[in-house]
T-cell receptor, first 109, second 116 residues
Framework: SQQGEEDPQALSIQEGENATMNCSYK?????LQWYRQNSGRGLVHLIL?????REKHSGRLRVTLDTSKKSSSLLITASRAADTASYFC?????????FGSGTRLQVQP | GAVVSQHPSRVICKSGTSVKIECRSL??????MFWYRQFPKQSLMLMAT?????????EQGVEKDKFLINHASLTLSTLTVTSAHPEDSSFYIC????????????FGPGTRLTVT
């Protein structure tokens, strides 16, 4: 299965700063989802954006989707040390999800 | 939200032995479950799609005789890693797809397998 690319691969910021992660994918999608994964743990679903949506907000999270460019971005505003984790985008084709390569975010207190 | 459990959460086994991992949907029925594998500092890769009452569908490069999948009920899928080797050491994550639309997918907490 094709896998999306995320950039940056790693991001280190100070607490209070914003973090932006980008995801590109290759195939047509029904929706795109963002997940967080703390080291050695399971996935936490953050937000889902449908293919007919361009932007979605949830708390400190803002997700955009550009289907013409096959890309999405996740913005975390006013980051906290607890936001330190890996973030993955995942695209839903038929049923199974295809995950991006992930961005490792480190928020320095 | 719906809950998916995995058991065990961690397992250490010796090379050559077989290990069974269970994935259960606790409060919903799942005709379809997925098994993913994640190596350290890498992304999740789909291994196979588990269908209740029928054979699993494996992704290219995944040996079906090595990773046996059984989906005998609408709430349970099992993955058996046969004759495990150190290179099978990984984080195995299952997800369950709700039966009937809208289809929503819920992930289990993962199983850390270490083969010594």
């Amino acid at each position: 299965s094709q896998q999306g690319e995320e950039d940056p691969q790693a991001l280190s910021i100070q607490e209070g700063e914003n973090a932006t992660m980008n995801c590109s994918y290759k195939t047509s999608i029904n929706n795109l989802q963002w997940y967080r994964q703390n080291s050695g743990r399971g996935l936490v679903h953050l937000i889902l954006i449908r293919s007919n949506e361009r932007e979605k907000h949830s708390g400190r999270l803002r997700v955009t989707l550009d289907t013409s460019k096959k890309s999405s971005s996740l913005l975390i505003t006013a980051s906290r040390a607890a936001d330190t984790a890996s973030y993955f985008c995942a695209t839903a084709g038929r049923r199974a999800l295809t995950f991006g390569s992930g961005t490792r975010l480190q928020v320095q207190p | 939200g719906a809950v998916v459990s995995q058991h065990p959460s961690r397992v250490i086994c010796k090379s050559g032995t077989s290990v069974k991992i269970e994935c259960r949907s606790l409060d919903f029925q799942a005709t379809t479950m997925f098994w993913y594998r994640q190596f350290p500092k890498q992304s999740l890769m789909l291994m196979a799609t588990s269908n209740e009452g029928s054979k699993a569908t494996y992704e290219q490069g995944v040996e079906k005789d090595k990773f046996l999948i059984n989906h005998a009920s609408l709430t349970l899928s099992t993955l058996t890693v046969t004759s495990a080797h150190p290179e099978d050491s990984s984080f195995y994550i299952c997800s369950a797809l709700t039966s009937g639309g809208p289809y929503e997918q819920y992930f289990g907490p993962g199983t850390r397998l270490t083969v010594t």
